[in-house]
């Protein structure tokens, strides 16, 4: 091989990645909630594992194994004295026939590019929803105990506003799997995690419900971005739903909650 065809070759691959870095960028533009009016969140569920029990409890979904959501942001908004009753409100979507691509385990950074594109890409081929759409959170729900385990990673992309969450088919696990979709709904909002990514312990002060209660152990809520009650140092329980979980002061800010609008300013 010749050095100019060599350096071509490297010139194509570097002007390939430049082009994926912008599509990337075009394709991502943050977008900011500044609630003037309800946020619509549309849940799509999958059938992750192709089981027949998995389908037979996606078939019996309805908008009210979601209502804790809305009962969550409508009782957390109002601590923050946000103008909205109903701050956020939840669709059920049809069934998605068709696997997402999932997060890679430590990706770097073009792992990450690729598919951040290949999902934008997927979403735009399976919309089954037809109505008006602010943020998508897809579940692939597992039948708990099946040979298929679920990946470790759900996810939010605030560029592109959706949520992939890998939850498990059943009633007892409803009020966890609607916990997960909050927490990457919301990084679809422009939160970020509250705990430490390799403990996966909460982070004082942010990441605790009650930052300044004296003692401050035991806390006995979750801030939603961190996920876990912290119980006593180095020990963390998750919570049993979302009636146990608050938004944090940090998490208010932002998602601009606290925050005045532009044209305000």
């Known amino acids: ?22 599509v990337n960028v075009w ?20 059938n992750a594992d192709y ?5 037979s409890y996606i078939d019996q979904l309805g908008p ?10 409508a009782r957390e908004a109002k601590r923050y004295h946000l103008d909205l009753a109903e701050p956020v409100r939840v669709n059920l979507a049809p069934q998605i026939h068709a696997a997402p691509p999932q997060v890679p385990d430590q990706p770097s950074i073009l792992d990450a590019i690729w598919w951040s594109m290949r999902m934008r890409l997927w979403v735009w081929r399976h919309e089954t929803h037809d109505a008006h759409v602010d943020a998508r959170i897809f579940i692939n729900y597992y039948l708990p105990g099946s040979t298929l385990t679920p990946p470790r990673h759900s996810l939010g992309l605030q560029r592109g506003m959706i949520g992939l969450v890998n939850g498990y088919a059943g009633s007892d696990f409803q009020r966890q799997n609607n916990m997960v979709a909050v927490h990457e ?7 970020s995690d509250k705990y430490d990514s390799n403990t996966h312990q909460p982070v004082w002060p942010d990441g605790f419900a009650d930052p300044t209660q004296a003692p401050l152990y035991p806390q006995t809520r979750a801030e939603i971005m961190a996920g876990r009650v912290q119980v006593s140092p180095g020990w963390a329980l998750l919570p049993p739903d979302l009636e146990q979980v608050t938004v944090g002061a940090a998490t208010a800010i932002e998602i601009n909650w606290l ?6 300013r």
Not at 27 to 46: H, K
Not at 185 to 191: D, E, I, N, P
Request: aromatic content about 10%; proline content about 7%; hydrophobic content about 55%.
């Open 27 to 46: 394709l991502g533009r943050a977008s900011e909630t500044w609630w003037r009016e309800p946020v619509t969140m549309v849940i799509y569920p999958i």
């Open 185 to 191: 709904f919301l990084h679809t909002l422009g939160a």
């Open 51 to 55: 089981h027949p029990l998995t389908q």
């Open 1 to 22: 091989m010749t050095k100019t065809l060599l350096l071509r070759i490297i010139q194509a691959i570097l002007l390939m990645i430049l082009t994926l870095l912008l």
């Open 259 to 264: 925050a005045v609008p532009p044209e305000e």
């Open 64 to 73: 009210e194994h979601f209502a804790d959501i809305e009962r969550f942001f």
